[in-house]
Nanobody, 125 residues
Framework: VQLQAFGGGLVQAGGSRRLSCAAS????????IGWFRQAPGKEREGVAY????????YYADSVRGRFTISRDNAKNEIYLQMNSLKLEDTAVYYC???????????????????WGQGTQVTVSS
């Protein structure tokens, strides 16, 4: 079971970036997915969540209206489209998976079983 987040990089404030999370060794159909981030000196925080079929999503207040989480279960991938990026969005971004039967989001960070390696997003002025 492996998750790999990629797509990070350097982007100017106000710009956009799309992160991808690729799963291998399992099918994401049975997993709720979350995107999290951790800035230097800060705790890891939840950013966006999506249910296993994609019918439900939830966002942290800090990114609502700017970020969009989506998934393509056929490709075994999950995405995070980030628009109107701010300096404070600079962080290492992680995707995580939680096996679940219901088509609901999981917002508790402790509820996630599998974590991918992070990808650095740096927003410059």
């Amino acid at each position: 079971v492996q998750l790999q987040a990629f797509g990070g990089g350097l982007v100017q404030a106000g710009g956009s970036r799309r992160l991808s999370c690729a799963a291998s060794g399992f099918t994401v159909d049975y997993f709720a997915i979350g995107w999290f981030r951790q800035a230097p000196g800060k705790e890891r925080e939840g950013v966006a969540y999506i249910s296993r079929r994609g019918s439900s999503t939830y966002y942290a207040d800090s990114v609502r209206g700017r970020f969009t989480i989506s998934r393509d279960n056929a490709k075994n991938e999950i995405y995070l489209q980030m628009n109107s990026l701010k300096l404070e969005d600079t962080a290492v971004y992680y995707c995580a998976a939680r096996a679940i039967l219901k088509d609901t989001v999981v917002t508790e960070i402790g509820g996630y079983e599998y974590w991918g390696q992070g990808t650095q997003v740096t927003v410059s002025s």
